[in-house]
């Protein structure tokens, strides 16, 4: 097998036209392969917090925390040496290859407040299932979003799981609860969407619309490979959720042979805000509600997040989760 090795500097742009023509299935003899590697350069951008306090739930919510009443939201999860972890990388300008593998609905689970997995890779009208795994009610909003605006796709309420007593906060036997049922359904070219809960303004996940089967989520060293790829001229397209655009290359594969390329996003914004910005002095801390009669007791019994680690300030050193 022969190689070729390609490194690019590419520029963020906001937006990649949406496809127009179907995807063709077919079987893909002598297909050549795309592997690479996504880095970050520049600061790591601190993770976003938000104060349990402020959000419903607040106890059971709590099992994950930093257990001073902080809920993190880590974008960037960034290896030693730069790989970004959670890039959806895929081809765009190919009109058949490979069958899809995954053929099912997309699955997102709702447990300790938290929505699995961070992003994912999907489908217009394709199936979309959310299982709440806790005993509390979720608000389920789902966005389409695009640089000319953002549009409503979905807003539900999701039903607490009734087999998850609430008052045993300290037990992670869960057991999924009845599926929301519904599907994605993009609109005017847009191919991002952004989950949140509306009662717990920390839960977030995102997904990014393909329309053929060649995509990748980079791994925890920021690698990815797309194999099986016939022979031709494509776009590379990369995108990752703290970054807010598309890195785009174009690329030649040839058959029988590997195209090694690395793909470096640059200069990271800090995004966070007054409502999403860890601060000592908050307005709403603990004391300031139990003198008015509220009582709290949050336990980081399932994860507590690492504060250090997750406001980036010294040498890059791996996060807690989502």
Not at 192 to 214: A, K, R
Not at 263 to 268: A, G, K, S
């Amino acid at each position: 097998m022969k190689f070729a090795l390609g490194f690019f500097t590419i520029a963020l742009t906001l937006s990649v036209a949406s496809p127009t023509l179907a995807y063709k299935e077919t079987q893909v003899s002598n297909g050549g392969t795309i592997t690479g590697k996504v880095t970050l350069a520049g600061k790591e951008p601190p993770a976003l917090a938000y104060s349990l306090i402020t959000n419903p739930d607040t106890d059971f919510c709590g099992r994950i925390s930093t257990g001073t009443g902080w809920r993190l939201v880590d974008e960037f999860q960034v290896a030693p040496d730069g790989g970004l972890q959670n890039t959806v990388v895929f081809l765009e300008g190919i009109s058949q290859g490979k069958p899809f593998t995954e053929k099912g609905p997309v699955k997102v689970t709702v447990e300790d407040c938290l929505f699995t997995p961070w992003v994912s890779v999907v489908k217009n009208q394709q199936p979309l299932h959310i299982i709440n795994m806790d005993p509390i009610i979720h608000d389920v909003q789902i966005y389409e979003t695009a640089p000319f605006g953002s549009k409503v796709m979905l807003h539900r309420p999701l039903r607490l799981n009734p087999f998850h007593p609430k008052n045993r906060i300290k037990d992670h036997q869960h057991k999924p609860g009845e599926a929301m049922l519904d599907k994605v359904q993009f609109s005017q070219g847009r191919r991002i969407l952004y989950l949140e809960c509306g009662f717990h303004t920390y839960m977030q996940s995102w997904g990014v619309g393909v329309d053929n089967p060649y995509y990748a989520i980079t791994d925890a060293e920021g690698n990815f490979t797309l194999p099986d790829i016939p022979e031709g001229v494509y776009s590379l397209v990369a995108w990752h959720a703290g970054m807010g655009g598309f890195l785009n290359m174009e690329v030649v594969v040839l058959a029988n042979e590997t195209l090694k390329t690395k793909i470096e996003f640059q200069d990271p914004i800090d995004r966070r805000m007054a409502h999403n910005t860890m601060s000592p002095n908050y307005r709403y801390g603990t004391e300031v509600l139990e003198k008015e009669g509220a009582v709290y007791d949050i336990q980081a019994t399932h994860e507590t997040q690492d504060i250090q680690n997750n406001q980036h300030e010294g040498s890059p050193a791996p996060h807690s989760s989502h």
